[in-house]
Structure formats: C-alpha cells, structure tokens
C-alpha cells in the first residue's frame, strides 16, 4: 500500500475542458455555442464546420479528455490520492453546469480545477472563470449550496508537460529524412489571439509586448529547444508561430500563421520544419485540421519535408504533473511551506489571478480569482 497522500482541504479535482462534437448533427449546435455572443464572421464559421465534417463531425478532443481521466484516476490510485476527479467542459455535454451540479450533490466542498489549458489568456485562462461563475449563479438560483472553487497554475512551464513534448520533437526530428534532419528548424505553434488580449494577458504588471501569453510561449519553447540540443546533439533554430486565427481580418491577432511561417523558410532555403503544438494539450481539432492537414498540405504543395510532434495528452507524466501540482496547491492552502516546481526563466506562475488579470472586452463576472463574487 502506498502512503495515503493529503489533498484538503480539497475534496474534488475538476477537469474542465472546451468539449467539441461527437457526430455530424453535432457540429452546428457546437459552433453555436462557441461563438455565441463572440462576432465570429459567417464565413468563418462555415469555414470551420467543413472541418469537422471532414472529420465525420468528430472532435477527438472528448476521448483525449476521456483518456486523460483514466490516466489521472490511475496515476491518484497507484500513489494513495484519494481525490475523485470529475469532468465539464465549456461548450458541450458534459457541461460544466451539469457536472457541477453533480459535484454538490456528492457532496463536494472544496473543488480544485484543471483547465486543459496551459497559459494565461483570455480564452485560456478568464473565459473557464467566467464558465465557472456562470454554473455557480446556475446552482444558486436553484438553491444549492456552493462549493468553493480553486483553479491550479498555469503549467506550461512544470517539467511534466515540458518533457513528453521534447520527446515528441526529439522523436519528430528523428523522423525526418536523414539528409534533412541536420538543417531543420523548429516551429513552436500555438492559437493565435488577438494582439489586444495578448499584450493584456495575464497580470497587469506584465502587459504589453504580447503579454504574459507570449511570454510564456517563448519561455517554454526556449526550454524544449536547449533540452533538444542537450538530446541529438544539434542546434534547431526556432521561431514561435501561430495557427487558428479566426475573427474580422481587419483586427490585427499574433502572427505569422504557419502557413507563411513554411513558406518563408522554404524561401530562405530552411530544408525541414518541425511543427511543435506547444499552445495545445492534446491533438484536437486546431492540431488535425490547422496543422495535420492545413499547414501539412502547404508543406506539401512546397515540397519541404514537415513533421508535427506530438501534444502531451494523457502522457503519465502529465498526469504526475497534475498530481503535484494538485499536493503543491493543498500544501500551500494549509498555510505550509512549498517549493513549486518548474522550469525556464519565468518560474512558477501564480495560484490566484489578481484583479485585472486577462481582461474581457465586456466585464463579467469570473470565479476562482482574486476578483471572484464568490470567494
Ligand atoms: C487560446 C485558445 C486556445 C488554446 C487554449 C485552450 O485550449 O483553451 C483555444 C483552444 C480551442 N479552440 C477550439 C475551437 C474553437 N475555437 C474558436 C475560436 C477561438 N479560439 C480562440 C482562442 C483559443 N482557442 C479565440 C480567441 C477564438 C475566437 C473567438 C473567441 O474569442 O472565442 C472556434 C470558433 C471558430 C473559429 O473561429 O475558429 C472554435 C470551433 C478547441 C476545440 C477543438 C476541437 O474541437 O477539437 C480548442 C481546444
Ligand atoms: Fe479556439
């Protein structure tokens, strides 16, 4: 029997998660619900939904949630954590309102959330606070009695997400044919975001210049491009890019996309890519489409050999990752002494958003922050 490992005060881990479509019928009611209230351009939208349907109107994301679950009950149960783990997500079933309301119901006081995001956005990191706020005022008017919500880090910099993605290009890398293997150069992809949530992402002190969303994207990706190194004994170049822009042209996101990122290499003569998906956790539908198929295609169309690595998944390290980062957190809300693990130069980020983190356009009430209604 392993020793019996303490997470009070909490009682429940909570994955929370954007969900995404299971079947055909599926995909317009998904979309609807993503862009509600959002200004996504019509065009887009059905540009998007042809996605899916490629796809058979599938998104992987909710059996990779799946698989992340079990990996996170097994990984609780081989180390004494006696911590049941639920799942929610934003934009379809199970939704978090739902699963909430489960969670009270069994009696859940003291709920810790994992979001299956890495970074600190808007989109990333408030829009899941203001989930989490709208399901609380949901249970309030039906007169349940709330729990207290905590949301775990940012953890784009704990070893345990960084480590399987520096296999995955390492592996990619290896991958590629021999004559270009020496010469390739490393894409770190993530979404890209409008630069006015970027240079306003994360706390306050840290806007401007892309925000602590670039930051953090940059940090990381130096830390998996000196691990290659350290690896195969060669030194990649690498640029961080992005994928995914969606909204009204004229409105200027982060860039370059990484489809203009492949043909600028090829241009300057760069012999291979290795498209890394640093700003996702699992090969969703942004990594199918925008990068197997897309960019994958592009390259293509090019002739430059590309390989995609692969996201962390339900990788059993992420799911230790999540477990310390689960006792680090209980530690620290019981007043003891702990020393957060993670890599790079930034260091661990901060438990509790402060006021003014990650802004909306519109203000709306957001959980789990310092600037919660329902502390
Ligand atoms: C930063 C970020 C992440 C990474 C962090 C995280 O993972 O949370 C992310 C993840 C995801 N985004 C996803 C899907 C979509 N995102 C959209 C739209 C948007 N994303 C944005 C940002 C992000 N998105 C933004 C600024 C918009 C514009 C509209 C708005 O301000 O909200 C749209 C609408 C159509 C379109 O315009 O593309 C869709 C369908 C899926 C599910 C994939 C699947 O089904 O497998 C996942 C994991
Ligand atoms: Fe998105």
């Known amino acids: 029997m392993p020793d019996v490992l303490e997470a009070s005060p909490y009682d429940a881990l909570l994955l929370l998660s954007f969900g995404g479509p299971e079947g055909p019928d599926d995909v317009v009611p998904f979309l609807e619900n993503v862009t509600r209230g959002r200004g996504i351009p019509k065009e887009r939208l059905k540009e998007v939904g042809q996605h899916y349907f490629l796809f058979g109107g599938v998104s992987p994301i909710n059996d ?38 489960e969670m009270v119901r069994d009696g859940r006081r003291r709920i810790l959330v994992l979001a299956t995001s890495a970074y600190a956005s808007y989109s990333g990191c408030r829009q899941y606070r203001e989930n989490l706020a709208d399901a609380l005022a949901a249970l309030e008017a039906e007169g349940l009695e709330l729990p207290k919500i905590d949301k775990l880090r940012h953890y784009f910099n704990h070893p345990g ?96 996309d ?70 680090e957190r209980a530690a620290d809300e019981r007043g003891q002494e702990v020393a957060p693990c993670a890599l790079g130069a930034l260091g661990a980020s901060h438990n509790l958003c402060p006021v003014g983190c990650c802004p909306a356009r519109a203000p709306r009430p957001a959980a789990a922050g310092a600037d919660s209604p329902y502390a």
């Open 161 to 256: 997400f960084v480590e399987p993605m520096v296999d995955g290009v390492v592996r990619s890398l290896a991958e590629l044919p021999d004559e270009v293997r020496e010469g390739a150069h490393i894409a770190f992809c993530t979404h890209s975001i409008p630069n006015s949530a970027a240079d306003t992402s994360g706390p306050v002190e840290e806007h401007g210049d892309g925000g602590a969303y670039v930051r953090q994207h940059l940090d990381v990706a130096q830390v998996i491009a000196d691990a290659v190194r350290e690896r195969t004994g060669s030194d990649h170049p690498w640029q961080l890019v992005y994928q995914s822009r969606s909204g009204a042209p004229h409105i200027p996101w982060l860039e370059p």
């Open 258 to 327: 990484i489809c203009d990122h492949l043909e600028e290499r090829h241009a300057a003569g760069v012999p291979a890519v290795v498209m890394a998906p640093i700003g996702f956790v699992s090969d969703h539908m942004e990594v199918l489409y925008d990068l197997d198929t897309e960019a994958t295609a592009k390259a293509e169309e090019l002739g430059l050999p590309v390989r995609r690595s692969a996201t962390v998944g339900a990788d059993p390290r992420f799911a230790a990752a999540v477990r310390d980062l689960v006792m």
């Open 64 to 101: 990779q949630n799946r698989a992340l679950l079990d990996a996170l009950r097994k990984d609780f149960a081989e180390h004494g954590l006696e911590l049941p783990v639920y799942w929610g997500n934003r934009n379809w079933a199970p939704y978090l309102t739902d699963t909430l309301r």
